[in-house]
């Protein structure tokens, strides 16, 4: 149990890290020690344009070179922040790491990765809803990935409340983040294999709950799109659904008939609401989409995929340190300073 404010390092600043370094600096139990990267990639050139809120280390000799080349003030090595932090959260490029992860085992300090990584990584892949318990004081946890972090949260929700036997979720994939030119499909809709790893990786945290997903990767950014029904084991109406998603904090609620016709329409109104860059820690439920039909629910949810994981990742780090022994207790520290509420 930390008596202190948990000490966090960032691997890694590009979409995800400098999300979560924004995120665990509003936590009041724990501080930003670091952030590391190994270039001056735009999110990078933003941090040293901006005055370097958070001390800048490079991931290498030469990414030392190019970030002071940058204007950089670079206060160290990887190392030397890895020798400063309680936990690193990894959110580098896949593959790297996993390289990393040795340097964190020989520091003997924990680490949190992220959905890109391979399970075999962590010692627990984690969902607060799913296996919080599970994560308790381990080293190494991986989180899972952004449509997979919004599925639990919204079927495990109404397992809560109704009891879920299994679903079928259908991901409508958005083909890159907005700043990626280099991904594509540009004029294509891409189907892969079934089941997608998202179901398989749910069933791993949620073992009892049969799941199938199917994936379509098409040519849009803000956000990917699930179309979803789940069996439940007592009966409900159309309201009792309604009324369960409204009760989670990481569930918002839109309606077609407000003008939230499209994912563009929910990423502008967070634009509107002046959240930083638009993000919304939330998954969007469009009311109109829900229905049922004898036991079965049907609902769409969009999934912001650049700041979704957020919350999911601070919770990670509640576990790894046992600041918080419950689930309940970590989500509620988490949400409070996030402003879900």
């Not at 009041?28 to 050139?45: K, Q």
């Not at 679903?167 to 907005?178: E, G, H, N, Q, Y």
């Amino acid at each position: 149990m930390a008596t202190h404010k948990v000490r966090v390092g960032i691997t890694g600043f590009g979409t995800i890290g400098e999300r979560i370094a924004d995120g665990v600096n509003e936590q009041a139990d724990m501080e930003i020690v670091g952030v590391c990267d190994a270039a001056p990639a735009i999110p990078v050139r933003a941090l040293i344009d901006s005055g370097q809120r958070y001390p800048l280390y490079a991931a290498n000799a030469e990414g030392k070179e190019k970030l002071e080349n940058a204007g950089a003030d670079v206060a160290g090595m990887h190392e030397d922040l890895i020798e400063k932090v309680d936990i690193m959260v990894d959110a580098a490029s896949p593959g790297i790491p996993a390289q990393n992860k040795s340097k964190y085992e020989s520091a003997g300090i924990k680490a949190i990765f992220e959905g890109g990584e391979s399970n075999e990584i962590a010692d627990v892949l984690f969902n607060t809803h799913a296996n919080y318990s599970e994560a308790l004081g381990k080293n190494f946890i991986k989180n899972l990935s952004c449509n997979t972090t919004g599925i639990c949260r919204t079927i495990l929700t109404l397992d809560n409340a109704f009891g879920v036997k299994e679903f079928t979720s259908l991901i409508v994939r958005r083909a890159a983040d907005p700043s990626e030119t280099h991904k594509g499909p540009i004029n294509a809709a891409m189907p892969a294999k079934v089941p997608s790893h998202q179901a398989e990786d749910f069933m791993i945290v949620k073992p009892e709950i049969s799941a199938v997903t199917v994936v379509v990767t098409v040519p849009i950014t803000h956000g990917h799109i699930n179309s979803t029904q789940a069996v439940i084991k007592e009966s409900a109406n159309r309201d009792d659904i309604l009324d369960a998603f409204s009760k989670e904090p990481r569930i918002k609620l839109f309606k077609l008939g407000d003008g939230f016709d499209s994912n563009s329409t929910i990423f502008d109104y967070n634009r509107d609401l002046l959240n930083p860059r638009g993000d919304m820690y939330e998954v969007p439920i469009w009311e109109e989409t829900v229905y049922v039909k004898e036991n079965v629910v049907y609902w769409v949810q969009m999934i912001p995929q650049e700041a979704i994981v957020i919350p999911e990742n601070i919770d990670a780090i509640r576990a790894a340190m046992q600041t918080h022994e419950s689930a309940e207790e970590a989500m509620r520290e988490t949400n409070r300073y996030l402003s879900m509420l």
